[in-house]
Every structure is written in structure tokens, then in C-alpha cells.
């Protein structure tokens, strides 16, 4: 009984105390409202900032964001259609955030009678520096601080032209910035995600020109995570066939264990491009990736040796001279691995692999290659270590061509269309259990 006492008091004073501290805070006029670390919530209007589609509001922003103080907290941005002529600073710990819980998309530019960027939510109108691809970019993140449900737009690009330059819309820095349902409607070069630790970059959508995403000296786990780089503000002849000789998606310099997950891009003279820097090359594990209508999926200049890992891949090559799936060039010396990864489209090739590094493919299906019956090879290989084992090869064309260069080479258990074709040159090769139908 005494016990049961003991610990009914402490219940009585515990459940107590808040109510004590609410009736002296009351006495005392303290506000007791609660918050985090003493952040702040501000509302971006209160400090002059219009959202007519007209006004400049580059100082308006920054006051709002420099009011916070060390602590951080967020700036509000209601709807309105929002002009900046500069560049923003988001600093410590700081969020500016829209009125979009969850990333949309504005194909109204393309799609007549769908919404436009100006019709609703809070979108930024990007006017500065156009031109200038190396000024400041237009929106800058620093450790902790965030960027959260608006829309980017640069209203002055043209629809049906080379487009224009201008600097990256967004540059993320110091330590866990992230960009959160985010659109970036029509940026030439979308985010600079370099020069950081632990950058977070979720649920964004977009047409990058030029660019999509630079990854480069990342030490710290990078992720990206449901990024989909679609045309829906123009797929107009003069701009997309720009678009598919020079844009760049995804761009992996020196990073380690990036973590990328669900990402697609449609339209790009390159999808996923993996190289080196100064710094170093890249490793990381990429899950659920797609390149659709590429003139090359993926490219490899370089990898780390503890290997790029790409599963469940989706890739389609088809414009431009001689598109192809895959392309590892002379100067990688790391490892890449292809599982459970699909290749399509009207290509020349799946695969040209060279370097003396590795590559892998397994349980992979190719589907079509050598689209003007020239007698390529789904996959060509010279130089370096291969493994192609447990893949299907669904066209009656020849399989795999190897040269005297390959270092060494298995191809085994494979299925194929027609009966297996398969040559090789390499003196250090295993090619055995793979079927015909």
C-alpha cells in the first residue's frame, strides 16, 4: 500500500505541473505557446513582398528569411504569382515554404485546357541573369535550411527555341539542405547538389533544359528520392531536339553512398551520367531508375571500385546517330552492375562497354537493338571484366560481340532468340548454358 501511495503522488504532481506552469505563465503574460528551439513562423507578405506577377520581390524574401535569426524557423509564402530579378539566401536552419503539400505538375504550357504555373499555388517567376549561366544561382540552401511546395518558373525561356542560359535555380551547401515537393517547370540548369553533406532532395518535378541534378564532392550520404524529369512545358521541335543532343539529368561526379531511388527523365542527350572529378568518382546504390527517349541512358567515365549498383532499371535509347543503352567509356576503372534491369526501344546497341574496369549484367531482359540491321550486337565489349549470366535476349540478332581487348569475360545461362551468336576473340572467356528457343 505504501508503494501504490508513492506512486500515486508522483502521478498527481506530474500531471500537476503543467497546470501550474500554464497558471503562473498566465499571471506573468509569458506566452506558453508551443515551439521549437524558439522558431519562428513569418508570413513572406508582412514584409512587402507582392504576388502580382510584376512586382520584384528578391529584398522582400530576404528580409522575411533574415528575420528569423539564428534559430531558424519558416517563411509562408501564400498563393501568388511571385517576380525575383536577384537571388535568395535561405539561410541556417530556415524553411521557405508554399501552399503544396505534395509536388504537382503544371503541363498546361503544353496541354491546352490544363492549369498553368500562374493559375495557382505560389510560383516563383525567375528573371535574373539570363544569359549568364555562372552568376549566383537563384535560390541557395545552407545547413538545415529547406526549400518546400512551389512552383519555379522562368517565364522569359521560349517554348520552341535553343533556350537560354541561366545560372542553377537552386545550389545546395553545408549540411542536411533538402528540397521538398518542389517543381522546377523550365530551369536551364535545375539543382547544383555539390559541396554538401546529407543533401535531401524528395518529390521534385520538372523540365530541366540542360541540367538536372549535379552531384559532386559529397563525402556524407547524398539522397534523392521521386524525381521525375518530364516535358511538360514544351515538347516542341526546336527546343526538345536541343534538349535530347545536350541535356544532362542526372550527373554523378565524386560521392559517396549516394542513395537514389525512383528518379525518370524522358528526353536527354544523356539520363544518367557517372564520372569523376578532382575529388574522386562516384559509388552509390540507384534503385528503380528509368531513362525513356535518350540518346544514351547511362554513361560511365568512371566508378568507384566498390561499384555503381543499378536494380530495377528501366532504359530506352532512340534518338539521335547511333543511340545506345549503355556506354562505359575507356577511362572507367571501376565496377557497374546492371540486375533486374529492362532495355527497349529502337537502339544500335544495348550496351558498348570498354575500360578496365567491371560490368555486370544479370537477370536483365533486352528487348530491341540494331535497328538498321547493320549486324551489331546487342552488347559489344572492348575492354575490361563482364559478366552477362541469367539475362533474356528477346530479338534474333547476334547476342554479344567480344574483342581481343576484353580482359576476361563470362557469358553464361542466358536465353535467346534463335539460336545463340556469340563471338569472340578474348583468350580469357567462359560462354556456356545458353539456350535458344
Given at each position: 500500500m ?35 528551439n524558439?522558431a ?17 520581390n528578391?529584398e ?18 501564400p ?70 511546395g ?104 565524386r ?16 539520363g ?32 568507384a ?9 528501366e ?9 545506345t ?33 567491371t ?20 552488347i ?57 528457343d
Amino acid at each position: 500500500m505504501k508503494l501504490f501511495r508513492y506512486h500515486m503522488l508522483i502521478a498527481v504532481a506530474v500531471m500537476s505541473a503543467p497546470l501550474l506552469s500554464a497558471a503562473n505563465a498566465q499571471d506573468k503574460n509569458v506566452n506558453i505557446e508551443p515551439s521549437v528551439n524558439n522558431a519562428q513562423s513569418v508570413n513572406v507578405i508582412d514584409f512587402g513582398a507582392v504576388g502580382d506577377g510584376t512586382t520584384d520581390n528578391t529584398e522582400a524574401f530576404q528580409k522575411a528569411l533574415d528575420s528569423l535569426g539564428p534559430a531558424g524557423g519558416v517563411v509562408n509564402v501564400p498563393q501568388g504569382q511571385y517576380k525575383f530579378t536577384g537571388s535568395v539566401n535561405i539561410p541556417q536552419g530556415a524553411t521557405l515554404r508554399g501552399p503544396w503539400n505534395s509536388v504537382t505538375a503544371h503541363n498546361g504550357c503544353r496541354d491546352k485546357g490544363l492549369p498553368k504555373p500562374t493559375d495557382d499555388g505560389a510560383t516563383f517567376l525567375v528573371t535574373g541573369n539570363a544569359g549568364t549561366e555562372d552568376a549566383d544561382a537563384f535560390i541557395t540552401l545552407h545547413t538545415n535550411s529547406v526549400l518546400q511546395g512551389v512552383v519555379l518558373y522562368w517565364p522569359e525561356q521560349k517554348e520552341n527555341d535553343v533556350p537560354t542560359p541561366y545560372p542553377w535555380a537552386v545550389k545546395m551547401r553545408g549540411k542536411n539542405p533538402a528540397i521538398v515537393d518542389v517543381e522546377l517547370l523550365n530551369p536551364y540548369n535545375a539543382i547544383d547538389a555539390s559541396n554538401n553533406e546529407r543533401a535531401l532532395i524528395r518529390n521534385v518535378h520538372g523540365q530541366p533544359l540542360r541540367r538536372g541534378i549535379f552531384v559532386d564532392r559529397i563525402y556524407d550520404i547524398g539522397r534523392i528520392e521521386n524525381v521525375h524529369f518530364n516535358p511538360w512545358w514544351s515538347m516542341k521541335p526546336k527546343l526538345l531536339s536541343w534538349q535530347q543532343q545536350h541535356g544532362e539529368a542526372f550527373i554523378f561526379k565524386r560521392t559517396d553512398w549516394h542513395y537514389v531511388l525512383n528518379t525518370f527523365c524522358f528526353g536527354y542527350g544523356v539520363g544518367y551520367e557517372f564520372g569523376g572529378s578532382d575529388d574522386g568518382v562516384c559509388n552509390g546504390n540507384f534503385l528503380g531508375i528509368g531513362a525513356d527517349s535518350c540518346h544514351t541512358s547511362v554513361l560511365v567515365e568512371q566508378s568507384a571500385p566498390f561499384g555503381v549498383l543499378i536494380t530495377n532499371g528501366e532504359f530506352v535509347a532512340m534518338k539521335g546517330d547511333n543511340p545506345t543503352q549503355v556506354v562505359v567509356s575507356k577511362t572507367n576503372q571501376g565496377s557497374i552492375r546492371f540486375s533486374n534491369c529492362a532495355f527497349w526501344g529502337p537502339c544500335e546497341q544495348i550496351a558498348r562497354l570498354s575500360g578496365n574496369g567491371t560490368v555486370g549484367f544479370s537477370d536483365c531482359e533486352f528487348v530491341q537493338w540494331d535497328r538498321n540491321n547493320k549486324g551489331n550486337a546487342a552488347i559489344q565489349i572492348d575492354g575490361g571484366s563482364v559478366m552477362i549470366r541469367g539475362c533474356n535476349f528477346q530479338e534474333n540478332k547476334k547476342q554479344i560481340s567480344i574483342s581481343e581487348r576484353t580482359k576476361r569475360a563470362i557469358i553464361t545461362d542466358n536465353f535467346v532468340k534463335g539460336a545463340p551468336r556469340i563471338d569472340s576473340k578474348c583468350e580469357n572467356v567462359r560462354i556456356e548454358g545458353n539456350l535458344g528457343d
